[in-house]
T-cell receptor
Framework: NAGVMQNPRHLVRRRGQEARLRCSPM?????VYWYRQLPEEGLKFMVY????????ESGMPKERFSAEFPKEGPSILRIQQVVRGDSAAYFC??????????????FGPGTRLTVL | QKEVEQDPGPLSVPEGAIVSLNCTYS??????FMWYRQYSRKGPELLMY????GNKEDGRFTAQVDKSSKYISLFIRDSQPSDSATYLC??????????FGDGTTLTVKP
């Protein structure tokens, strides 16, 4: 059973460009979460999505950032007009959200974004 | 003030030692408590998952949750060099969003 997959693993962008990060959840998982990790810090929640719905985007910056999880295909985190402060590791997690309402989240390997 | 505070470390112990990792929190609505292990430049790996107060044991790992004190711990017995990693505590109200501590870096020396 393949785990959470993220691509690309490394992404380099110049200031002002767009970054697109992709996440394919584990098989059977319909809930996706995005987190950002700055160096020497823990993970910070950004957004929680189900298929075709944004459930919680309280951690998402109001401008330049957007996320989607379409009916078909991976979840996408998009960052427009990137700035140096966007350089970080972006992790995606997925969960089955079973009847127990558990929050057991399984993480992907991350995408390391570097903004030049 | 952060919702979750984690002992910053770093910790360095000899092989075979018992390791204690700790977090405190301020949000009394947290019900789910997790410990993740993260190797350098890798994604977090779920180690332990606990609902509400109590103890949970899995092999060399024991997780403790004391909701009255808003304090959680992870104990590692007979620590091994392969346990060297950053350990992250995380907590959730059950709404999907997890709140993480900043991590404690552990080095187990042979």
């Amino acid at each position: 059973n393949a785990g959470v997959m993220q691509n690309p693993r490394h992404l380099v962008r110049r200031r002002g460009q767009e970054a697109r990060l992709r996440c394919s959840p584990m098989k059977g998982h319909s809930h996706v979460y995005w987190y950002r990790q700055l160096p020497e810090e823990g993970l910070k929640f950004m957004v929680y999505l189900q298929k075709e719905n944004i459930i919680d985007e309280s951690g998402m910056p109001k401008e330049r950032f957007s996320a989607e999880f379409p009916k078909e295909g991976p979840s996408i985190l998009r960052i427009q007009q990137v700035v140096r402060g966007d350089s970080a590791a972006y992790f995606c997690a997925s969960s089955p959200r079973d009847r127990g309402g558990t929050d057991t989240q399984y993480f992907g390997p991350g995408t390391r974004l570097t903004v030049l | 003030q952060k919702e979750v505070e984690q002992d910053p470390g770093p910790l360095s112990v000899p092989e075979g030692a018992i390791v204690s990792l700790n977090c405190t929190y301020s949000n009394s609505a947290f019900q789910y408590f997790m410990w993740y292990r993260q190797y350098s430049r890798k994604g977090p790996e779920l180690l332990m998952y606990t609902y509400s107060s109590g103890n949970k044991e899995d092999g060399r790992f024991t997780a403790q949750v004391d909701k009255s004190s808003k304090y959680i711990s992870l104990f590692i017995r007979d620590s091994q060099p392969s346990d060297s990693a950053t350990y992250l505590c995380a907590m959730s109200e059950g709404s999907g969003k997890s709140t993480f501590g900043d991590g404690t870096t552990l080095t187990v020396k042979p």
